[in-house]
């Protein structure tokens, strides 16, 4: 189990480690989905549509986002 301070060191390690995305180099951001903590690409939140990211080959499986920690486990 997880206490606050614990939870919040995880936050700040993703965020220092990943600051931006590796794909579009946009800041990452924190998400939650899911139940769980995610870091990602700030872009992710407000896709093109899929004509437009096929022609610049923008895929969003190629963005920054990795599970932090799961919620569930924090409660």
Sequence with gaps: ??????????????????PFCQQCGQPTIVAERNN????????????????????RLDFATLHTRRSIVELCAAA
């Design 1 to 18: 189990m997880f206490n606050n301070q614990d939870l919040l060191e995880k936050i700040e390690d993703a965020e220092r480690i990943n």
């Design 36 to 55: 769980a903590l995610w870091l990602e690409c700030s872009t992710l939140g407000h896709r093109r549509s899929r004509i437009h990211s096929l022609l």
